[in-house]
């Protein structure tokens, strides 16, 4: 039988993650269409109200229900706005393992909101469901997004040589370019002193995360 995740709401002091619903495809298609987001991602260019709303109610329902990953809205607790997502993808169950990632919108960066996401979601894995490794990888010239690795207390294993493909304007558009995979390993024992260093450098708010 195929191990699952369970549909679930994680709060941390600032935000909700929740499972996407269709209230969030006008916000996400105008997150998706960032050209960071773009450049980072392999999320296709332009990305309309009609893509996300298969992601919502298509895609995502799918993928959680087939075992393989989990896609959680980050949203602010006060005002309820989507600041971002925070994706589990390629889960083994076997060995209980998980690649994780992050995107947050443009309006949202300075903030620590990816860092803040991603250490809940790495407290729920391993807290709740038992998990023993999460995987982040970062392409090599994504030091925002190695940042927040880094923050959370992600070990950096190695490199993917020529594994990442990451997207330039050009005047015709959109261009692939081949570089490098960072891979990064959170385990369970990693977690210890995080919350409380965090806490001691003024909280997650140190560098403009965005991705």
Not at 12 to 35: G, I, Q, S, W
Not at 125 to 144: P, S, V, W, Y
Not at 182 to 194: H, Q
Request: glycine share 6%; aromatic share 10%; charged share 25%.
């Amino acid at each position: 039988m195929t191990s699952t995740f369970p549909s679930i709401s994680i709060s941390t002091e600032r935000l909700v993650l929740r499972p996407l619903d269709e209230d969030d495809v006008p916000a996400l298609a105008e997150m998706m269409n960032d050209e960071q987001v773009a450049a980072w991602t392999d999320v296709p260019q332009p990305f309309s109200e009609d893509g996300a709303r298969n992601w919502v109610t298509e895609y995502a329902p799918t993928e959680r229900a087939a075992g393989r990953g989990l896609d959680l809205a980050v949203t602010e607790f006060l005002t309820q706005r989507l600041v971002g997502i925070v994706q589990l993808g390629k889960t083994n169950w076997h060995i209980r393992s998980t690649e994780l990632s992050y995107i947050v919108a443009p309006w949202a960066r300075g903030e620590g909101y990816a860092s803040e996401a991603s250490l809940a979601t790495a407290q729920w894995l391993f807290g709740d469901q038992k998990f023993e490794r999460i995987e982040i990888r970062t392409a090599a010239d994504n030091t925002a997004s190695q940042q927040v690795a880094q923050k959370i207390g992600c070990i950096s294993e190695g490199v993917l040589r020529n594994a990442c493909i990451v997207h330039v304007r050009t005047d015709d558009g959109w261009a692939d370019v081949r570089t490098d995979f960072i891979v990064w390993s959170l385990l369970p024992e990693d977690l210890e002193g995080v919350a409380d260093q965090l806490a001691d450098a003024g909280g997650f708010t140190s560098f403009s995360d965005w991705n």
